[in-house]
């Protein structure tokens, strides 16, 4: 019997992966780039057990068996990395021996908190180090094919997915842009307004978007490629100004792509739209970018400071957003900050750090 177990992080994209161009090879219709969180309060944990007496290949997920189906994104990722195996001459376990899968999240599921990101991420890994296959671009295909957004969870720091332009994918790879110690003191805040499971999966709202949306194609065409390049240079430079104006605009326009989707996806509430406010007020009272919010397929935001930054915009949200009923361990999470404040903490909280 061979074990392992991995751990894999949560990325959260600052120009937003959107629509494909082939559903199964999960090919996307632009670039995007992210930043990778720390694991030390989101991540999800998985360990595959490879045995000659399992019959079957078996997954659970956060406790609940999962079906293992042929043709699934799960079995998908399992008989590339099979093949990569193969290729690499890796006789550690024999591919005929059956797995069994258990991967738990720490983080909601399917809430739009990236869980397909880390989780699948989070396989294609552990199945690499089982089978002894190095870290490559490569293993990066493989996890696209579990989620699009697993393949920039691979590497930390910020990383950029190319759309690629080969039909069998093989170019449509993540490579990191600069290590998680590039910008040491670039923090993120995600404000958890709502962790229930989300109504319209990413997957399907993408689909439903490059068939009905008129407004992908410009963003795809004309506003993503520039976007792509000024945000490489303001994270080469730390230049926040620039991260944090590219950053908002490409959650506002991938929101406004949903919405322009027929019928429409809403993703984003009214606290989303209160916090969105807020954030612009805030930056308009300190004169410059302080904060820059960005919301994946879900009412959740999460917020990019400097770490300089962090206690006030901290206590500027936990006035703005007060919570009476809050018991502070359950509201504020990941931040080393007095109880006092904790007990008027706005909504649910983690901080992390790139
Ligand atoms: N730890 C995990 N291991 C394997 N698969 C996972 C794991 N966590 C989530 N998934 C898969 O990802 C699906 C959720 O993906 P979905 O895109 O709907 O939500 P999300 O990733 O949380 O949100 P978003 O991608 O919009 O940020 C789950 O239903 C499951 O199939
Ligand atoms: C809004 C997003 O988070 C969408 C993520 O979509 P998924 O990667 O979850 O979709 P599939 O490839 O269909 O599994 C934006 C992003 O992470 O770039």
Redesign the pocket.
Known sequence: MFSVTCVAPVNIALIKYWGKRHEELILPVNDSISMTLSTDELC?K?TVTASESFERNRMW?NGEE?PFEEGSRLQRCLKEVHRLAVANGSQKVPPTWKLHIA???NF?????????????A??VYSLSRLYDIPLSEELTTVARQ??G?ACRSLYGGFVQWHRGALDDGSDSVARQIAPSDHWPNMHVLILVVNDAR?KT???RGMQQAVKTSQLIKHRVEQVVPDRITRLREAIASHDFQAFAEITMKDSNQFHAVALDTYPPCVYMNDVSHRIVSFVHDYNDRMGSYHAAYTF???PNACLYVLAEHVPHLLSAIQKVFPNDLADGDTYLRGLPIPKVQMLSAAIGFTGCSC
């Open positions: 999800a998985t997920l999962v991967s738990v999240n909601p599921t399917a809430a739009g908190l990236a869980s397909s990101a880390a989780g699948y989070c396989l579990g989620s957004s989300k999966a990413s997957t994946d397929a879900g």
